[in-house]
T-cell receptor, first 114, second 114 residues
């Protein structure tokens, strides 16, 4: 089965705290792609990152970082020094090679409190 | 702004009716994807077109159909509408045909069926 699980439905943190959003995936494919998308209150989904299954290097982009661990089938997303503008729903997604469907997790709603 | 446009922004219609949602992809993108986002089902992939041809199918009902025209814009037709079809419908585009490419989402069309 191919599946993406975001166990955290909703998280609230105070501004400037660090927060990690969890993503666990299931696939039998050896080649696959993982994504994170952000959906701010305006509604439009925004692409954040794509990783392929052969690249386990962690990635940092400003205050955002991603930890990909094949051993635990996880692709977690950390926001450092969170800001109110980070408040959004964040989706993790899986694209298995050879299957052109993309599977989204249910999303994690993140509230950054001032 | 992702460069993907969708019209209309909002649509209110009655059960049993038929509606057409329109999407224009980013300049240069050949793939168009349609998604349905509802509170209970989350973000569900419906269908993908690549350069005018159907490429992949997801959880699309038989009452729904789509097409991509020579100018690459796409339309999603929803017929015999039911209350449960009320949702946010997103269009996304990408440059390649595989779902491993990052997708750029439009602002969505909010459909309310009464």
């Amino acid at each position: 089965a191919q599946k993406v699980t975001q166990a955290q439905t909703e998280i609230s943190v105070v501004e400037k705290e660090d927060v990690t959003l969890d993503c666990v995936y299931e696939t039998r494919d050896t080649t696959y792609y993982l994504f994170w998308y952000k959906q701010p209150p305006s509604g439009e989904l925004v692409f954040l990152i794509r990783r392929n299954s052969f690249d386990e290097q962690n990635e940092i982009s400003g205050r955002y970082s991603w930890n990909f661990q094949k051993s635990t089938s996880s692709f977690n997303f950390t926001i450092t020094a969170s800001q109110v503008v980070d408040s959004a729903v964040y989706f993790c997604a899986l694209s298995p090679r050879g299957d052109d469907k993309i599977i989204f997790g249910k999303g994690t709603r993140l509230h950054i409190l001032p | 702004d992702s460069g993907v446009t969708q019209t209309p922004k909002h649509l209110i219609t009655a059960t049993g009716q038929r509606v057409t949602l329109r999407c224009s992809p980013r300049s240069g993108d050949l793939s168009v994807y349609w998604y349905q986002q509802s509170l209970d089902q989350g973000l569900q992939f419906l269908i993908q077109y690549y350069n005018g041809e159907e490429r992949a199918k997801g959880n699309i009902l038989e009452r729904f159909s789509a097409q991509q025209f020579p100018d690459l814009h796409s339309e999603l037709n929803l017929s015999s509408l039911e209350l449960g079809d009320s949702a946010l419908y997103f269009c996304a585009s990408s440059v390649g045909q595989a779902s491993s490419y990052e997708q750029y989402f439009g602002p969505g069309t909010r459909l309310t069926v009464t």
